[in-house]
C-alpha cells in the first residue's frame, strides 16, 4: 500500500524557518517526481514545488522561489522542503504527492501556521 | 507561469444531472491537463490525466475531452458522493505545474 507520511509543521513566527518531511512507503520512490502542494483554510490547492527522481530537475512556485528549498533522500525514501522567510500568507496544509503533475497519491498533510 | 481558469466557480446541482465544468489555459498545454475531485477534510483525488485518461477505480461516468487551451470535465449523471470540489491542474510545463481555482458542486 502507497503511503505518505508528512511531519514538521508547527506554528512558526514571520521570518523564521521550519523543515518539512515526507516519508514514502509501498512504492519505488527513486521511480518517481515528487510534489509539495499546500492549501491555506479555506482557499484552493497551490502547487509549491517538484523534484524529479534524481533532483536533475527542480522548480518552485513563485510565491516561494528563493525562500524554499525542495530535496530528496533516495536511500532513506524521502522528501524534504525546507522553507524560510516564512510569511503569514505561507499558512496552509502542507502535501506531498507522488508525481510531479496528475499526483495519484497524496499525504494526508502537515500544517504550518505563521504568526506572531 | 500558465495560469488555469475555471467556470464556473460554483455550480448548483441535482442527482442524475449531467454536470460539465470548463478549464481554460493562458496558453497552450497540449493534452498534460489532470482533473481532481476534493471533498471536505479530504486530500485530492486523481480522476483524470493526460485531459482524458480515466485514472484506476474511478468510474466511467466521470471524463474529461479537450487539448490546447480549454478542457472539459464532465459528469455523464451526477450521484450523490460526486458533491465536491473539482480542480483542473496543468502539468506541461515540468516546471511551475499550476491548478485552476477550483469549482465547488453542491446541491
Known amino acids: 500500500e502507497v503511503q505518505l507520511v508528512e511531519s514538521g509543521g508547527s506554528l512558526v513566527r514571520p521570518g523564521g524557518s521550519l523543515r518539512l518531511s515526507c516519508t514514502a512507503s509501498g512504492f519505488t520512490f527513486d521511480d518517481y517526481g515528487m510534489s509539495w502542494v499546500r492549501q491555506a483554510p479555506g482557499k484552493g490547492l497551490e502547487w509549491v514545488a517538484g523534484?524529479?527522481?534524481?533532483?536533475?530537475?527542480?522548480d518552485y512556485a513563485d510565491s516561494v522561489k528563493g525562500r524554499f528549498t525542495i530535496s530528496r533522500d533516495n536511500a532513506k525514501k524521502s522528501l524534504y522542503l525546507e522553507m524560510n522567510s516564512l510569511r503569514a500568507e505561507d499558512t496552509a496544509l502542507y502535501h506531498c504527492?507522488?508525481?510531479?503533475?496528475?499526483?495519484?497519491?497524496w499525504g494526508q498533510g502537515t500544517m504550518v501556521t505563521v504568526s506572531s | 507561469d500558465i495560469q488555469m481558469t475555471q467556470s464556473p466557480s460554483t455550480l448548483s446541482a441535482s442527482v442524475g444531472d449531467r454536470v460539465t465544468i470548463t478549464c481554460r489555459a493562458s496558453?497552450?498545454?497540449?493534452?498534460?491537463l489532470a482533473w481532481f475531485q476534493q471533498k471536505p477534510g479530504k486530500v485530492p483525488r486523481l480522476l483524470i490525466f493526460?485531459?482524458?485518461t480515466l485514472h484506476s477505480g474511478v468510474p466511467s461516468r466521470f471524463s474529461g475531452s479537450g487539448s490546447g487551451q480549454e478542457f472539459t470535465l464532465t459528469i455523464s449523471s451526477l450521484q450523490p458522493d460526486d458533491f465536491a470540489t473539482y480542480y483542473c491542474?496543468?502539468?506541461?510545463?515540468?516546471?511551475?505545474?499550476?491548478f485552476g481555482q477550483g469549482t465547488k458542486v453542491d446541491i
Open positions: 504527492a507522488r508525481g510531479i503533475g496528475s499526483s495519484d497519491f
Open positions: 491542474q496543468q502539468y506541461s510545463s515540468y516546471s511551475q505545474v499550476t
Open positions: 496558453q497552450s498545454v497540449s493534452i498534460w
Open positions: 493526460k485531459a482524458s
Open positions: 523534484i524529479n527522481w534524481d533532483d536533475d530537475k527542480i
